[in-house]
């Protein structure tokens, strides 16, 4: 039901942008992404309210990344800028029918995730 693309292999400094295309019957109240480095656990980077637009994000990705999203295509991004050694890591993208903001962190509160893109960044 999530397809997530994007990913690669980027020097440090460099940007990039990940998508995730979702079938129109997919539920959801918030669609986001996470990450997850190599012998590390699920770490969120961004939550996006489908309604509302309403943006939240990761502690260590904050003013770097952008998440958004486009109704018509149910499609859902991550801009990513100024990025570093440490966001490389499998991005993965799913969607949450909570609407509880003290939740929407967690990945237990997401029902359906995609495949995950891997994202390398070079120092």
């Known amino acids: 039901q999530l397809q997530a693309s994007g990913g690669g292999l980027v020097q440090a400094g460099g940007s990039q942008r990940l998508s995730c295309a979702a079938s129109?019957?997919?539920?959801?109240?918030?669609m986001g992404w996470f990450r997850q480095a190599s012998g590390k656990g699920r770490e969120f980077v961004a939550t996006?309210?489908?309604?509302?637009?309403?943006?939240y994000y990761g502690d260590s990705v904050r003013d770097r990344a952008t998440i958004s999203r486009d109704n018509a295509r149910n499609t859902m991004y991550l801009q990513m800028n100024s990025l570093k050694p440490e966001d490389t890591a499998v991005y993965y993208c799913a969607v949450s029918s909570s609407g509880i903001l003290s939740a929407i962190q967690s990945p237990g509160s997401y029902y359906s995730w995609g495949q995950g893109t891997q994202v390398t960044v070079s120092s």
């Open positions: 996006i309210n489908w309604s509302t637009g309403y943006e």
């Open positions: 129109e019957r997919t539920f959801r109240r918030y």
